[in-house]
DNA sequence: ACTCTCTTGTGATTCATTTCACATATATTG
DNA sequence: CAATATATGTGAAATGAATCACAAGAGAGT
């Protein structure tokens, strides 16, 4: 990914640094209500398992945050990084199905506290559409298109089943919508300019079914 | 992670070949059900939105399986993987947390096809134990080191509030799991021997709103 | 049997990411 | 205020992963 800089000089960030933002992120919060005034990149590391060059080097791709002999300051950083990825304010979401995974994700209140709103639900039962989840109102999905644009939606949540995950994406994709997080286990064609990311849930138990059938004895894994 | 070879050689496996071998497994049961006997690496990549030569290294990893000219055979190359993932077997798996994610999970089908069967439901809740979900009895988790002893259980996924996963998982790793998967945003310890794996879901939305700040107009993404 | 086409398997190469190591800057202590 | 300790920021080096490119094997057609 690229990201434009004061020196209008386009830098690559990786996936991977952009994935350790979030866990410095989510220290910075707990070591800001542990009246923390300041973090060295040691400790930073330490409390996501990472290393402090990693965490000095991440950082130095968005500017210097801090100061020599001292460390990061805490509020600071985590305003920072919170700019950075775009979490210091409020995206308008919208969740297609309303299913198992559905339904979970309307409560989880880590979404929320991120500033994922989830604004609007959709399902195609009609058992389910005009029935209240969370004070949302479940719409039919035949009006997927003209909803999310109504709404105003930036980002759709897809938890649908894998034989009409096609379907409905290429129906956001033409409302406008630029990111879609889905969770059906199936690769979706989107055009270059939107942004897919997938949610496979049985990836990381098969990691960990691969970990327990070739290392009986385990010597050391990453974290990331 | 190593992985020991017929001569007895320890070969590095990337954490990124065994996820692309769940994208393999995947597509091959697609392949299957459209009746393909073959496969090239250049349709399996097609299909995961990889490259050939990609496919192709992966494999050769863990053995020559497909014929020169002709590809790979769809049923045989699948339960290969199927048995280099661990999946083609079934796994006693306890879930932690009956709450939203926690109940989603239980009736998640996708787990039971691989082979994840979910056989024992602990929480700490006195309204939740005693309950039925999906046939299975939520135990009290004050229970939780001798029952999933008793259990035989192999892989354990939390799906409990932040704040106490830690103490869990701590029980967890006294009854002898080794493989453990964490949806709570927070970085657990576990010894070395112990297999971690975490879930974090807002990690990728906030990958999403990262890119739609940083990038007006999409360019490239890479997808894993 | 020979040629042509297709596609694998893999060493060599390129590209990307992580780690190292140190100059540089700040805070602290006596 | 000098000396010491601490910790950042960053080029250089090392490691790791993806891609290239091609020799070699296998089938099909004549």
């Not at 309303?98 to 339904?103: A, D, H, K, L, P």
């Not at 058992?127 to 999905?141: A, L, M, P, Y």
Request: charged letters at 25%.
């Amino acid at each position: 990914m690229n990201v434009a800089s004061k020196t209008g000089i386009k830098k690559k960030i990786s996936e991977s640094t952009i994935h350790r933002l979030s866990l410095y992120c989510r220290a910075l919060t707990l070591l800001e209500r542990e009246n923390y005034e300041t973090v060295s990149s040691k400790e930073l590391a330490k409390r996501e398992k990472l290393t402090p060059a990693q965490v000095r080097k991440d950082l130095s791709f968005f500017g210097s945050f801090g100061t020599r002999g001292l460390g990061y300051p805490v509020p600071e950083l985590k305003q920072r990084i919170a700019a950075i990825l775009g979490i210091d304010r409020v995206w308008q979401v919208a969740l297609v199905g309303v299913g198992n995974i559905g339904s979970a994700l309307v409560s989880y209140k880590e979404f929320m506290k991120q500033g994922f709103h989830i604004v609007k639900l959709f399902d195609n039962d009609q058992r389910k559409i005009g029935s209240n989840h969370k004070g949302i109102i479940v719409s039919d999905i035949a009006n997927l298109e003209t909803e999310i644009r109504d709404a105003g939606i930036e980002i759709v949540v897809l938890a649908v089943p894998a034989t009409v995950a096609q379907y409905l994406v290429d129906d956001v994709v033409k409302a406008g919508v630029r990111a879609i997080l889905n969770f059906a286990p199936v690769n979706l064609r989107v055009p270059d300019e939107v942004y897919l990311r997938n949610e496979n849930m049985s990836m990381e138990l098969e990691y960990l079914s691969f970990a327990l059938v070739n290392n009986p004895a385990k010597k050391a894994v990453k974290h990331t």
